[in-house]
């Protein structure tokens, strides 16, 4: 009943393994399922399914077996990295393609306000209504939030192009607030006509 010749076995009264290679490596995992000899042969066609999966590029470990330890082993580099590692290597990337004073300002935005703020989250987990949520807390001006955003937007491009995200979350969108007009100046300035009237009486006077 347990088919070990065919990747598949019984290894308890309520589970059967299969056994299939992936990536070069030698991958067992346990289905909860009686195993009976139609459970078994179910087994087999799931056996055969994973591997045209794999045989096609489309296996997705994760989604298959969302409980094993080795989804994370063989899961994409991306999925794992934080915004804080890739922001890190970005920046040491940029340093030899920008302007030092450029540089500068990416590295003191990076370090001082968008590691510290979203450096937590995963990359391919940034969503534009945490940046919003972030950005509102933020008392500066709008040239400083557009700053904010100006780096992180051409991080998140960057990321875009390497394929580690699918789309940048801060594209075609910025942040800004309404800022308050400028306060008027108490002082009420002469028209040009008031000006001559006032030039004129004096020049009068001196005449005197």
């Known amino acids: 009943m347990s ?3 065919r990747g598949v076995r019984a290894v308890s009264d309520t589970s059967i393994e299969i056994t299939f290679m992936y990536r070069g490596v ?11 000899p139609t459970n078994l042969k179910k ?3 799931h056996k ?3 591997e045209h999966a794999i045989s096609i590029g489309t296996f997705d470990y994760s989604v298959t077996f969302p409980g094993s330890a080795r989804a994370a082993k063989f899961a994409p580099e991306a999925s794992r990295e934080t915004l804080n590692g890739f922001l890190t290597r970005w920046l040491e990337a940029k340093r030899k393609h920008i302007a030092s004073s450029t540089f500068d300002g990416y ?3 990076v370090e001082l306000r968008l590691i510290p703020a979203l450096g937590h989250q995963m990359l391919v987990d940034l969503k534009r209504k945490a940046v919003r949520d972030w950005l509102d807390t933020l008392q500066v001006s709008n040239k400083t939030l557009s700053n904010i955003q100006s780096c992180l937007r051409s991080a998140l491009n960057d990321a875009a192009e390497e394929e580690l995200i699918d ?11 309404k800022e308050a007009p400028p306060k008027e100046d108490d002082v009420d300035p002469f028209s040009p006509e008031e000006q ?3 030039l004129g009486a004096l020049s009068a006077r001196h005449a005197t």
């Open 3 to 5: 088919r070990d010749g």
């Open 26 to 36: 030698r991958c067992r995992e346990r289905i909860t399922l009686k195993p009976s």
């Open 43 to 45: 087994a087999e066609q």
């Open 48 to 50: 055969a399914a994973i």
């Open 107 to 109: 590295r003191k935005l």
């Open 167 to 177: 789309i940048n979350p801060l594209a075609g969108w910025t942040y800004s607030r």
């Open 196 to 198: 001559q009237a006032v």
